[in-house]
């Protein structure tokens, strides 16, 4: 899954969170504007991952994988599961901390780890990224 001792590894999960940082303040700033205006969390979750997975797509393609022949399909599948993940998780989290703030962001932390997983190894192979 993830090689420790390979310098590459690193400097690819180094990528992954510098574009992680950005994708998540733009996922998750549209999320907590969608809630400020009173949207249901779970309506406001399905728009802000919708818009996100967008604005992922490119970042994660362009920048921290730089895949010449960018995997669409395999991304838009990840990122359907990445949405089952991140319900389940915003449920579980709400249930503890009671605000759609700090649910919506504990969401997002674990998602995230998995995520990384999940793109390295299923949607960009090792001979796309660079």
């Known amino acids: 899954m993830f090689d420790w001792r390979d310098r590459h590894e690193w400097l690819l999960l180094w990528r992954y969170y510098q574009a992680g940082i950005v994708n998540t303040l733009f996922g998750y700033g549209f999320f907590a504007v969608l809630v400020w205006t009173g949207l249901n969390i779970y309506v406001a979750q399905v728009i802000a991952h919708v818009g996100g997975t967008v604005f992922n797509y490119v970042t994660y393609s362009r920048y921290t994988f730089r895949s010449r022949n960018t995997p669409v399909g395999r991304f838009v599948v990840s990122y359907a599961l990445n949405y089952l993940l991140s319900v389940v998780f915003l449920f579980g989290f709400e249930q503890v901390f009671r605000s759609p703030y700090l649910s919506g962001l504990g969401a997002v ?14 949607v960009f192979n090792e001979k796309e990224a660079g």
């Open 109 to 122: 932390l674990v998602v995230s780890a998995l995520n990384f997983l999940v793109l390295k190894r299923f």
